[in-house]
Nanobody, 114 residues
Framework: VQLQASGGGLVQPGGSLRLSCATS????????MGWYRQAPGKERELVAN???????SYADSVKGRFTISLDSAKNTVYLQMSSLKLEDTAVYYC?????????WGQGTLVTVSS
């Protein structure tokens, strides 16, 4: 399974970006697709995840600003990020998991700066 993340870039505070992650693997009902991020000097943390049936959860720090969605037909998960803050600057990674199997994408850099 290979995951290809894209959509990162430089954005001003208050701006928006949409990240995409295409997976070569099948998205089963028990598959969880997620976005994580790692800021410089910090540990990787969960941003949001979603099950194939559309049930999603978010970190408190992004609730109301970020939206995760899944297009099963395209095997792609998205992360719509709005009202971006300086502290959202990080490398964003997508992850696919089912059971004990976990796969990571290569990461895409999001920089929020004025």
């Amino acid at each position: 399974v290979q995951l290809q993340a894209s959509g990162g870039g430089l954005v001003q505070p208050g701006g928006s970006l949409r990240l995409s992650c295409a997976t070569s693997g099948t998205i089963f009902d028990i598959t969880v697709m997620g976005w994580y991020r790692q800021a410089p000097g910090k540990e990787r943390e969960l941003v949001a995840n979603i099950f194939r049936r559309g049930i999603a959860s978010y970190a408190d720090s992004v609730k109301g600003r970020f939206t995760i969605s899944l297009d099963s037909a395209k095997n792609t998960v998205y992360l719509q990020m709005s009202s971006l803050k300086l502290e959202d600057t990080a490398v964003y990674y997508c992850r696919q998991s089912f059971g004990s199997r976990i796969y990571w994408g290569q990461g895409t850099l999001v920089t929020v700066s004025s």
